[in-house]
Nanobody, 126 residues
Framework: VQVLESGGGLVQAGGSLSVSCTAS????????MGWWHQAPGKERELVAR???????WYADSVKGRFALSRDNAKNTVTLQMNSVGPEDTGVYYC?????????????????????WGQGTQVNVSS
């Protein structure tokens, strides 16, 4: 199982940017997916997550500005970031709870494992 991020890059303050993440491999099912943000010199923090039913949670710092969506058929989530500011600069890491790399019967009872992407850099210029 792999988690691969795409998107990111440089954006001006007040602008918009999106990052996407796809879980792939020998997957039986994907549960929660989400994004963590690590600003320079700071600890990583959870900014948004989404469950398989589409229910979302957002950190207070991004509520009303970021929107997380999900395509279950593609095991993909997309974080749309609007009205970005310098505080949004940093590396964004995607995670996914996956049941995979198992035989059919074992998959039914397996506990989802957390997989991480390599991170994608977002730089907001003022």
């Amino acid at each position: 199982v792999q988690v691969l991020e795409s998107g990111g890059g440089l954006v001006q303050a007040g602008g918009s940017l999106s990052v996407s993440c796809t879980a792939s491999g020998n997957i039986y099912k994907v549960n929660d997916m989400g994004w963590w943000h690590q600003a320079p010199g700071k600890e990583r923090e959870l900014v948004a997550r989404i469950n398989v039913g589409g229910g979302t949670w957002y950190a207070d710092s991004v509520k009303g500005r970021f929107a997380l969506s999900r395509d279950n058929a593609k095991n993909t989530v997309t974080l749309q970031m609007n009205s970005v500011g310098p505080e949004d600069t940093g590396v964004y890491y995607c995670y996914s709870y996956v049941v995979g790399d198992c035989a059919a019967i074992a998959c039914v009872v397996a506990v989802p494992k957390q997989y991480w992407g390599q991170g994608t850099q977002v730089n907001v210029s003022s």
